[in-house]
């Protein structure tokens, strides 16, 4: 109550988060909507002031985590199909208009964003290492490679009309002969 006996409107300062990490989002069986599974869900209160920086270190803390994560928003109005991506001040500024926007005047106390973390894809290809493989375990690798044949190749044995040209490698296997090229 304000001096004058009147009430004072309830503005809050804080925002809450609702932030699940560690799952993946799935479509429900029944009827196909996206829905989160797994993971953890916690709820982080903030100040409506806080910079895209600090949020990002206040989220990475209770994770666990000192990972950049990638921070991911629902709007109010949407389905899980379409998250916003979170990555400026501008747009977390924009994220926190757009529910005030939507929710009624006396709803920004309990007002709660729901936001999804995860790990950044990393874009960097990592190669394997030379292969100091010998062709012995380079041929029985391509022998698993091969496809089966049915039982009835296996009893009676193929045998070429001619020999293979010369540089084919050739061995037997089930009881058929397999060409390397």
């Given at each position: 109550?304000?001096?004058?006996?009147?009430?004072?409107?309830?503005?809050?300062?804080?925002?809450k988060?609702?932030?699940?990490?560690?799952?993946?989002?799935?479509?429900?069986?029944?009827?196909?909507?996206?829905?989160?599974?797994?993971?953890?869900?916690?709820?982080?209160?903030?100040?409506?002031?806080?910079?895209?920086a600090?949020?990002?270190?206040?989220?990475?803390?209770?994770?666990?985590?000192?990972?950049?994560?990638?921070?991911?928003c629902?709007?109010?109005?949407?389905?899980?199909?379409?998250?916003?991506?979170?990555?400026?001040?501008?747009?977390?500024?924009?994220?926190?208009?757009?529910?005030?926007?939507?929710?009624?005047?006396?709803a920004?106390?309990?007002?709660?964003?729901?936001?999804?973390?995860?790990?950044?894809?990393?874009?960097?290809?990592?190669?394997?290492?030379?292969?100091?493989?010998?062709?012995?375990?380079?041929?029985?690798?391509?022998?698993?490679?091969?496809?089966?044949?049915?039982?009835?190749?296996?009893?009676?044995?193929?045998?070429?009309?001619?020999?293979?040209?010369?540089?084919?490698?050739?061995?037997?296997?089930?009881?058929?002969?397999?060409?390397?090229?």
């Amino acid at each position: 109550m304000s001096r004058d006996g009147g009430k004072t409107p309830t503005t809050t300062t804080t925002i809450k988060f609702l932030c699940s990490y560690g799952g993946r989002i799935l479509p429900r069986y029944p009827d196909g909507k996206l829905h989160y599974h797994g993971g953890e869900t916690r709820v982080l209160s903030v100040e409506r002031s806080i910079s895209f920086a600090e949020l990002l270190m206040k989220l990475g803390e209770m994770c666990g985590t000192s990972l950049v994560l990638n921070l991911r928003c629902q709007l109010p109005t949407e389905d899980l199909d379409a998250l916003v991506s979170i990555t400026s001040n501008e747009y977390l500024a924009n994220l926190i208009e757009e529910y005030d926007r939507v929710a009624p005047p006396p709803a920004p106390p309990s007002l709660k964003i729901r936001a999804f973390l995860s790990a950044p894809k990393t874009t960097k290809k990592v190669s394997p290492p030379p292969s100091t493989t010998s062709p012995k375990l380079s041929y029985s690798v391509a022998a698993m490679l091969l496809p089966k044949m049915p039982e009835t190749h296996w009893r009676r044995p193929f045998l070429p009309s001619r020999p293979p040209p010369a540089g084919v490698l050739t061995t037997r296997w089930r009881n058929s002969t397999v060409c390397l090229y």
